[in-house]
């Protein structure tokens, strides 16, 4: 059974809610731009991703206060043709969703998290120390969505990261970064080392799903990651398993096809995708 919504028939609320929750996880773009006064604005906002890296590009949408009034984020930009994305992590989560109240003008975002503003490289818009990684920006056009939604769209000109919040000292490691990303309703979500998820480059074209053999494409044990991990091997090694006296012994059980599926998906759960291909070779040539 489906559920088929239609934007058009949902109230604001509910369109919102099914906006926020289909599309997860988001970043959080932790934004800080200069008050008319020379104050400094902190405010997070979760409709926020890169759209482009020649030139690199991110894009941030902006909708209207309750009362219909301006954001002083979308004001600031306007005025200030700049802002600084301070990326959220764990250790921020909770000083974050401080600043995403709706303080009164004059009140310090910055005051109120605890945090520590430090200057920017290029802009007078200062950035938050605590934060892992800054992203300094210049506007490149605020695009008017609706009569309450805005997309301010920058043009990254610097990066800051700290120095161990790095891959071996070249490129951003998310283990060590812990961004927070935004899912829907009251919902966050971080990364760390037991969720982070490694997928294989492959070294050529794959063969795909479909020329698998039919024993293991029609296989209801192997999911469709056991198999797309498979078909994206472009030339599956055709020599004998190193396990071949275990898959000879599994061949004489009653209901040898299903274990071997399952000795099949032990194997690639394993990151042993090129043994479970040629388990796969060395059974086919024995029912053959």
């Known amino acids: 059974m489906w559920r088929t919504i239609f934007p058009e028939q949902e109230n604001p609320v509910d369109r919102h809610q099914w906006n926020i929750g289909s599309v997860v996880p988001r970043p959080i773009a932790w934004i800080t731009t200069l008050n008319e006064d020379g104050s400094v604005n902190?405010?997070?906002f979760s409709f926020f991703n890169a759209f482009s890296s020649h030139p690199p590009i991110v894009a941030v949408g902006i909708a209207l206060?309750?009362?219909g009034s301006q954001k002083d984020t979308l004001l600031n930009i306007e005025r200030t043709k700049e802002f600084?994305?301070?990326?959220?992590?764990?250790?921020?989560?909770y000083p974050m969703a401080l600043t995403s109240q709706p303080f009164p003008y004059g009140v310090s975002e910055v005051e109120k998290a605890g945090l520590t503003l430090i200057?920017?490289?290029k802009l007078k818009t200062p950035r938050v120390k605590e934060s892992p990684i800054h992203i300094e920006c210049e506007l490149l056009e605020v695009k008017q969505l609706s009569d309450r939604n805005f997309m301010v769209i920058g043009k990254v000109v610097v990066w800051h990261i700290r120095e161990d919040m790095l891959f071996k000292g070249?490129?951003?490691?998310?283990?060590?970064?812990?961004?927070?990303?935004?899912?829907?309703?009251?919902?966050y979500a971080t990364i760390d080392d037991n969720n982070l998820l490694e997928v294989p480059v492959p070294s050529g074209q794959g063969i795909g799903i479909d020329a698998l053999p039919r024993f293991i494409r029609d296989s209801k044990i192997l999911t469709l990651n056991h198999k797309a991990l498979l078909g994206m091997e472009p030339e599956p090694p055709s020599e004998e398993p190193v396990t071949k006296e275990v898959?000879?012994?599994?061949l004489q059980a009653n209901n040898a096809k299903?274990?071997?599926q399952k000795y099949i998906a032990d194997l690639i759960e394993q990151g042993n995708v090129?043994?479970?291909?040629?388990v796969i070779r060395f059974v086919e040539k024995q029912v053959c």
């Open 247 to 250: 898959v000879e012994t599994i």
């Open 84 to 93: 600084v994305v301070n990326v959220v992590s764990e250790e921020l989560l």
């Open 119 to 121: 200057p920017s490289e």
């Open 274 to 278: 090129q043994e479970a291909w040629r």
């Open 65 to 67: 206060k309750p009362d």
């Open 42 to 44: 902190l405010a997070p």
């Open 258 to 260: 299903e274990e071997v």
């Open 170 to 187: 070249k490129r951003p490691d998310p283990r060590r970064i812990k961004p927070v990303a935004r899912l829907g309703r009251l919902w």
